[in-house]
């Protein structure tokens, strides 16, 4: 009897397989990458006309500082950090900002204010980001290389792979969906003795901030 069934069941297997159908199964979906969105109240930073008799002949001459809210909007949760690119990299000033500031200001904090008719360098600025709060709470900036080294800094936006984040403890970025606060400027004009003022001479500082996820 156990041969007899076993016979019977192998034909049972043959004819449902004649009757088999296939149907195909898609798995679909996508993985979207966190976007962010990187706005300033004000992206043009007016310094209105200056008096050439109000600057020095043998120093540099900084002005008030200037600054403008800015805000940094994420999709989720994401560790950024923002960089800039000099687009009048060529008219900047070597060594000008170590200078003129007590704390040591490399060039690569420092970004061209343009040149005279004349082809005379006019002065440079720095950028920092200031009073930053990210998800209701204060953040602090935070400097990194590229290569995964962070230290705390003072905000300040640099070139060359220089990233600046935020921290809160931790020194690493922060993951954040919104953070706020102000984009400051420091200008600074070079001695007039090295300057030629028979033409108007127009600050014309220009640059590219980006963001960099993390």
């Not at 088999?20 to 979207?32: E, L, N």
């Not at 690493?172 to 001695?191: C, E, H, M, W, Y």
Request: aromatic share 8%; proline share 4%; with cysteine.
């Amino acid at each position: 009897m156990k041969k007899i069934v076993a016979v019977m069941t192998g034909i049972f297997l043959v004819v449902a397989g004649f009757n088999a159908q296939a149907i195909d199964v898609r798995v679909k979906g996508f993985i979207v990458p966190a976007s962010c969105s990187f706005t300033l109240v004000n992206a043009v930073i007016d310094y209105g006309t200056i008096d050439p008799q109000l600057l020095s002949a043998t120093n540099y001459t900084t002005l008030e500082a200037k600054s403008t809210p800015y805000n940094i909007k994420c999709s989720s949760g994401t560790q950024l950090a923002v960089t800039a690119v000099d687009n009048r990299a060529a008219s900047k000033i070597p060594d000008m900002m170590r200078r003129q500031f007590d704390h040591p200001v490399t060039d690569r904090f420092n970004f061209g204010l343009g040149l005279t008719a004349a082809n005379q360098k006019i002065g440079g600025y720095i950028m920092q980001l200031l009073n930053s709060t990210a998800d209701g709470r204060p953040v602090l900036p935070l400097y990194g290389d590229g290569q995964g080294r962070w230290v705390g800094g003072e905000g300040a936006l640099g070139q060359g792979g220089h990233l600046t984040s935020w921290y809160s403890g931790t020194m690493a970025p922060v993951r954040l969906t919104v953070i706020s606060g102000d984009l400051q400027f420091q200008a600074v004009i070079n001695k007039t003795s090295e300057l030629n003022f028979k033409d108007v001479a127009r600050l014309d500082g220009l640059a590219t901030l980006e963001l960099r996820y993390l």
